[in-house]
C-alpha cells in the first residue's frame, strides 16, 4: 500500500540449560485490550540501523530484563506492514 512502511520484527525463544522455555505475561495491553494477561515470548521492531541479533538481545532486555547470549541464534523475522495500526 502507498504510504506504508515495513517494519522489521524480531521474536526470541529462550531455553535454559533445563529445557525451559521462557514466557512473559503482557500486564499492558499494546494496541487492545485482548492482549492483555497473554502470554508471549520476548519480540518487537529493529531500529534503524540495528542488526537483528543486537535488537533481539535489546528487546529481551527491555522486556524482561534478562541479558541473554545468543548461543544457537535461529533467527524469525517477518514484516509488519500494519504500522503500529490494527485495522
Not at 506504508?4 to 525451559?20: H, Q, T, Y
Not at 502470554?39 to 530484563?65: C, H, L, M, Q, Y
Request: include cysteine; charge should be negative; aromatic fraction near 6%.
Amino acid at each position: 500500500c502507498k504510504g506504508m512502511e515495513n517494519r522489521l520484527i524480531v521474536s526470541a525463544i529462550i531455553i535454559n540449560d533445563k529445557g525451559e522455555i521462557f514466557l512473559q505475561k503482557r500486564f499492558k495491553p499494546k494496541a487492545s485490550p485482548a492482549y492483555l494477561n497473554v502470554w508471549e515470548i520476548p519480540a518487537g521492531g529493529v531500529d534503524n540501523g540495528e542488526d537483528v541479533v543486537t535488537a533481539i538481545k535489546r528487546e529481551v532486555f527491555e522486556e524482561s530484563g534478562l541479558i541473554v547470549e545468543l548461543v544457537d541464534p535461529k533467527i524469525n523475522v517477518h514484516l509488519d506492514n500494519s504500522n503500529g495500526k490494527n485495522d
